[in-house]
């Protein structure tokens, strides 16, 4: 399996700006998509955005559009998110996950591969 590392969450004032990264430990990370799911304590785990492999499919949840941005680094196998205009709402677990087969971008039981989860904090 393919391990995938989250990082960059961290404690930030509502309005504020994080950079997440998702790095794929290994020679190659051939995935047809790579998204970003969330979970809040006592949610289930929500789709965030997702990519295509070549960056031409993106996907955003209606509640980050506009806020977010997802990109990827194919060479450094490594998938970002950039969340800017923080709200409190974006608090949450934050998982990264690559789909390897193609699927519903959107859908969390579409991806094969999970990160351990990096934890965002907005505070009011």
């Known amino acids: 399996q393919v391990p995938l590392v989250e990082s960059g969450g961290g404690l930030v004032q509502a309005g504020g700006s994080l950079r997440l990264s998702c790095a794929a430990s290994?020679?190659?990370?051939?995935?047809?998509?790579m998204g970003w799911f969330r979970q809040a304590p006592g949610k289930e785990r929500e789709f965030v955005a997702a990519?295509?492999?070549?960056?031409?499919?993106?996907y955003y949840a209606d509640s980050v559009k506009g806020r977010f941005t997802i990109s990827r680094d194919n060479a450094k196998n490594t998938v970002y998110l950039q969340m800017n205009s923080l709200k409190p709402e974006d608090t949450a677990v934050y998982y990264c996950?690559?789909?390897?087969?193609?699927?519903?971008?959107?859908?969390?039981?579409?991806?094969?591969?999970w990160g351990q989860g990096t934890q965002v904090t907005v505070s009011s």
């Open positions: 996950a690559t789909q390897q087969r193609l699927g519903g971008l959107k859908s969390k039981y579409d991806y094969d591969y």
């Open positions: 990519i295509s492999w070549a960056g031409g499919t993106i």
């Open positions: 290994g020679r190659t990370f051939s995935s047809y998509a």
